[in-house]
Protein backbone atom coordinates (compact mmCIF):
# COMPACT_ATOMS: atom_id res chain seq x y z
CA UNK A 1 0.00 0.00 0.00
CA UNK A 2 0.98 3.61 -0.97
CA UNK A 3 0.99 5.54 2.25
CA UNK A 4 0.81 8.71 0.25
CA UNK A 5 -2.12 7.45 -1.69
CA UNK A 6 -5.37 9.77 -0.77
CA UNK A 7 -7.60 7.65 1.59
CA UNK A 8 -4.92 5.83 3.29
CA UNK A 9 -3.93 5.85 6.62
CA UNK A 10 -1.77 8.68 7.53
CA UNK A 11 -1.78 9.34 3.35
CA UNK A 12 -2.90 12.97 2.23
CA UNK A 13 -6.50 12.96 3.56
CA UNK A 14 -5.62 11.81 6.88
CA UNK A 15 -6.05 14.74 8.62
CA UNK A 16 -5.24 18.46 8.23
CA UNK A 17 -2.43 19.61 5.99
CA UNK A 18 1.20 19.43 7.19
CA UNK A 19 3.74 22.71 6.36
CA UNK A 20 7.09 21.50 5.58
CA UNK A 21 9.33 24.00 6.32
CA UNK A 22 13.35 23.62 5.52
CA UNK A 23 14.97 24.79 9.23
CA UNK A 24 17.82 25.84 7.30
CA UNK A 25 16.22 28.58 5.23
CA UNK A 26 14.25 29.88 8.27
CA UNK A 27 13.68 33.94 8.90
CA UNK A 28 14.98 35.29 12.17
CA UNK A 29 11.19 36.58 12.65
CA UNK A 30 10.28 33.02 12.16
CA UNK A 31 13.08 31.84 14.30
CA UNK A 32 11.46 33.99 17.26
CA UNK A 33 8.26 32.45 16.99
CA UNK A 34 9.30 28.83 17.49
CA UNK A 35 7.84 27.87 20.72
CA UNK A 36 6.86 31.20 21.91
CA UNK A 37 3.33 30.00 22.93
CA UNK A 38 4.78 26.98 24.84
CA UNK A 39 7.44 28.38 26.64
CA UNK A 40 7.27 30.41 29.98
CA UNK A 41 10.64 32.01 31.17
CA UNK A 42 11.39 31.65 35.14
CA UNK A 43 14.16 34.27 36.44
CA UNK A 44 14.82 34.99 40.51
CA UNK A 45 13.71 38.72 41.76
CA UNK A 46 14.02 40.69 44.99
CA UNK A 47 10.03 41.60 45.69
CA UNK A 48 10.17 43.70 48.57
CA UNK A 49 13.41 42.68 49.80
CA UNK A 50 12.60 38.71 49.42
CA UNK A 51 13.47 36.36 46.54
CA UNK A 52 10.58 35.87 44.80
CA UNK A 53 10.61 34.09 41.18
CA UNK A 54 9.08 35.81 37.99
CA UNK A 55 7.09 33.79 35.37
CA UNK A 56 7.45 35.65 31.73
CA UNK A 57 6.31 34.34 28.74
CA UNK A 58 8.52 33.20 25.54
CA UNK A 59 8.04 37.32 24.33
CA UNK A 60 9.32 38.60 27.61
CA UNK A 61 5.47 39.71 28.89
CA UNK A 62 5.39 39.46 33.00
CA UNK A 63 2.84 36.77 33.36
CA UNK A 64 3.00 35.82 37.64
CA UNK A 65 5.68 36.16 40.20
CA UNK A 66 5.74 32.98 42.63
CA UNK A 67 7.27 32.94 46.31
CA UNK A 68 9.22 29.97 45.31
CA UNK A 69 10.77 28.08 42.59
CA UNK A 70 8.64 24.65 42.62
CA UNK A 71 5.79 26.94 42.76
CA UNK A 72 6.65 28.43 39.80
CA UNK A 73 7.17 25.40 37.57
CA UNK A 74 3.83 23.98 39.23
CA UNK A 75 2.01 26.93 37.50
CA UNK A 76 3.70 27.08 34.51
CA UNK A 77 3.01 23.22 33.96
CA UNK A 78 -0.53 23.27 34.85
CA UNK A 79 -1.04 25.79 31.94
CA UNK A 80 0.31 23.18 29.98
CA UNK A 81 3.25 25.15 28.65
CA UNK A 82 7.12 24.58 29.28
CA UNK A 83 9.31 26.32 32.56
CA UNK A 84 12.44 27.18 30.95
CA UNK A 85 15.32 28.47 34.17
CA UNK A 86 16.99 31.98 33.17
CA UNK A 87 20.12 32.58 35.82
Known amino acids: MN ?3 PGAPGGHDAG ?3 VVIDIRHISESQLAQ ?3 SQL ?3 KPVLMNGTRAYAIHSADGTPMAVAPELDL ?3 A ?3 HEMIP ?3 H
Do not use: D, K, S
Open 3 to 5: MNE
Open 16 to 18: PER
Open 34 to 36: LGV
Open 40 to 42: AYV
Open 72 to 74: AFA
Open 76 to 78: IRQ
Open 84 to 86: VPV
